[in-house]
Nanobody, 124 residues
């Protein structure tokens, strides 16, 4: 089992950058693939990015490729989401999640452990 806690959200102007962090507890963190999702009020939670347990494979929502980068540091039990060239439509609550599927997945149903989320607000 793993617990995850997101941090790094905040208010940023359009065109700016933020780096989200997701700290995980548990000695088996390196066995889990990790994902980032986001949710706008009134809409379904959507896939942002995922990374395999080793960090060797990464996946992105097509609309975010080139602006967002997911990475992980297994020694620190932490996964990151670097967000560049932010747009007002990126405003959402961002969630970190863990899955036993080693290569990661864009499928929200395959994630077992979720954090509480961190708010990202991009002003125009």
């Amino acid at each position: 089992q793993v617990q995850v806690v997101e941090s790094g959200g905040g208010l940023v102007q359009a065109g700016g950058s933020l780096r989200l962090s997701c700290a995980a507890s548990g000695r088996t963190f390196s066995m889990y693939a990790m994902g980032w999702f986001r949710q706008i009020p009134g809409k379904e939670r959507e896939f942002v990015a995922a990374i395999s347990w080793s960090g060797g494979n990464t996946y992105y929502a097509d609309s975010l490729k080139g602006r967002f980068t997911i990475s992980r540091d297994n020694a620190k039990n932490t996964v990151y989401l670097q967000m560049n060239s932010l747009k007002p439509e990126d405003t959402a609550v961002y969630y970190c999640a863990a899955t036993n599927i080693g290569n990661g997945s864009p499928n929200i149903d395959e994630y077992d452990y979720w954090g509480q989320g961190t708010q990202v607000t991009v002003s125009s």
